[in-house]
């Protein structure tokens, strides 16, 4: 069998495993290990043990298990309660107030847990029975809660982030600071996108908070102010060089994991959940980088990449042109395909035409991960829709997907901004690391 059938077999049977639900991180390892073995049969054992066993001792992958247990902490601790609540009391009695305080407590959660869908499970089980009171438009309410869950993969600390380092080789400190400016952009845009629909369509929003009084808005600030200055330690540890990506993330959960202890929460229940949540969590993640290793081992082996470069470059295409290009494809793979699996399936493919054009790799991190988010929000296999429907199980899916779609145009449009002006991405990090 020629290298050309066993490519377009490799393929096939991924998607075939990925069809029928097989989870992605095992189906790129079966289909991997399988193309390897037809290609050099006694090479198929030592590389599926290699990068097993390379993955599962990488160092910088320590950051993931650190964060996510940041973040569980901080839900048992009610350090997430705090952030909602204050964002409540200065945007609640604003039209659309309770949808956008959703949205600025998505950020901040998204800070310490670098999970979307921590973040909108999180978030949504605090603010949507607080919008139903107020009897906001559940299309509006639930989509605010899936987009905004969906900051969890672009402000940092952010999972999408660590793997698109560990499969590119860039430096997660640099991703981390890449992804901050976009990240309030976003949190930004998905604001602005409420304001325009109840100002457009009042009867979504009708009724608003009663406004809380200066003493007490900051009596709530001063309650948050725990997760406010662990996420500013953290990142802002980061930035200054006080420690690196790794060391914040050691940081971050001695920090919450102590605010857990001072509040009295950690219980023997709460030690158990958090645990387990955090292990599951990590295995996943886990799961899907050893099988996205072995794969891209064997998309290197049928030699895919190189011819793939070899076309572009005759083509005479330039580096932007592939790069909305693949962003295009992206968005398209985004409505039938997760985030995670787009990540780790199209990096190895797209990494070695973009880096012979000369594109900023850190850039179009960036760009990939704004684009995955938008793929966590598409109908029909949105993650974060179903994990909102999980919480709001009274909800037709289709007022849902109907109400992600303001947010949807807001993420496309902070995409444009990047394209045109790359500084909104890379001007952090390039003054951090020169």
């Known amino acids: 069998m020629d290298r050309e059938t066993i490519t377009a077999a490799g393929f096939a049977a991924l998607f075939v495993l990925l069809f029928i639900r097989v989870p992605v991180g095992l189906a790129m390892l079966i289909a991997g290990a399988l193309g390897i073995y037809l290609i050099r049969p006694p090479a198929a054992l ?31 601790s009610g350090m997430s309660r705090d952030l909602y609540d204050a964002a409540h009391s200065w945007f609640g009695h604003l039209k659309g107030g309770l949808a956008s305080a959703t949205i600025v407590g998505c950020a901040g959660f998204s800070a310490l847990s670098g999970s979307s869908l921590a973040a909108a499970l999180t978030m949504g089980r605090v603010s949507l029975p607080e919008m139903q009171r107020y009897k906001y438009d559940d299309g509006l309410a639930t ?15 952010s999972a999408g982030f660590v793997v698109y380092a560990i499969l590119t080789e860039e430096s997660i400190g640099r991703l981390f600071m890449a992804g901050v400016l976009p990240g309030l952009l976003l949190t930004c ?23 809380e009084s200066f003493e007490t808005r900051i009596k709530r600030l001063g309650r948050a102010g725990w997760i406010v200055g662990i996420i500013f330690i953290t990142i802002g540890g980061i930035y200054a060089g006080v420690f690196s990506a790794i060391e914040a993330a050691g940081m971050g959960a001695i920090m919450a994991l102590g605010v857990t202890i001072l509040r009295r929460a950690l219980t ?35 030699g895919l990449p190189v011819k793939m470069t070899a076309w572009v470059d005759a083509q005479g295409f330039t580096g932007f042109q592939v790069v909305i290009a693949i962003l295009v494809l992206f968005i398209i793979l985004g409505t039938f395909l997760e985030g995670f ?3 780790v399936l199209a990096v190895p493919l797209v990494q070695p035409i973009l880096e012979s054009l000369g594109v900023d790799m850190i850039w179009f991190g960036v760009l990939m991960v704004i684009v995955l988010e938008m793929a966590l929000i598409s109908p029909p296999v949105g993650i974060n829709v ?49």
């Open 268 to 302: 023997w229940n709460n030690i158990k959940d958090v645990t387990n949540s955090t292990l599951k969590s990590t295995g996943t993640v886990f799961l899907i980088l050893f099988g996205a290793f072995v794969f891209k081992t064997f998309v290197g082996f049928t």
């Open 341 to 343: 699996a787009i990540l």
């Open 189 to 211: 845009m998905f604001i602005l996108a409420i304001w325009i629909v109840v100002t457009l369509k009042p009867e979504k929003a009708p009724v608003a908070a009663q406004r």
């Open 143 to 157: 989509g605010a809660v899936a987009a905004g869950g969906t900051l969890g993969i672009l402000i940092p600390p």
């Open 46 to 76: 030592p590389v599926v043990a290699g990068e097993i066993f390379g993955e599962a001792s990488n160092y910088p992958l320590t950051i993931l298990p650190l964060f996510i247990l940041m973040g569980n902490l901080a839900g048992v």
């Open 386 to 434: 179903f994990v909102v429907k999980g919480i709001a199980p009274t909800v037709p899916l289709g007022t849902i997907f109907r109400g992600i779609w303001p947010f949807w145009i807001a993420m496309a449009v902070v995409v444009a901004a990047v394209l045109a002006f790359p500084g909104i991405a890379l001007l952090l990090p390039n003054s951090m690391f020169g």
